[in-house]
């Protein structure tokens, strides 16, 4: 599964960091709903790789439930709780956190999925199912951040 690694970490290199200085510019006050912070689909990007590449192999402690429900798409029309919207910073170092933790568990080796589980709308059933919809939802929510910062 290297090769579907080493696209997660292009999208974070390439177009996830990047947008560093864009975020630094955004008012939490300006979004009544998290959806509509792009720094919101960051944070539900890191929390789904848990989901679907951490958490199914076993791994349910360190980033895999670093911020609790924060970034669950079902509360994403709610607006942010006081002070739970964390600073773009540690958002970068939850994903360095969370690369780290699936290059472990991953690596180079194939890796099985102990069984299947159920996402909102897909029952994910193989561990190469699990990596497509890692890099499908990650590039999605980049782009979408992308769009809402106008970049």
């Known amino acids: 599964m290297n090769h579907q690694f080493e696209s997660l ?20 006050a300006d ?11 960051l944070g ?6 848990c989901r679907v590449l951490l958490v199914p192999f ?11 429900d924060v ?15 964390p600073e773009f910073e540690e958002l970068i170092t939850w994903f360095e956190e969370i690369f780290e933790v699936i290059e472990e568990l991953h ?14 709308r897909m029952v994910v059933t193989t561990t190469g199912e699990a990596w497509d919809y890692a ?8 782009g979408r951040v992308h769009q809402m910062l106008d970049w």
């Open 9 to 28: 970490k292009l999208f974070y290199t390439a177009l996830l960091v990047p947008t560093a200085a864009h975020m630094k510019e955004l008012n939490t």
């Open 31 to 41: 979004f009544e709903q998290k959806d509509e912070d792009p720094l919101w689909h």
């Open 44 to 49: 539900h990007v890191a929390n789904d790789l």
């Open 58 to 68: 076993g791994v349910t402690e360190g980033p895999a439930n670093k911020f609790g």
């Open 71 to 85: 970034f669950l798409g079902l509360g994403s029309w709610n607006p942010w709780p006081i002070g739970a919207r």
């Open 107 to 120: 690596g180079n080796k194939q890796t099985k999925l102990p069984e299947s589980f159920k996402l909102e």
């Open 135 to 142: 890099l499908f939802h990650t590039g999605l929510h980049i």
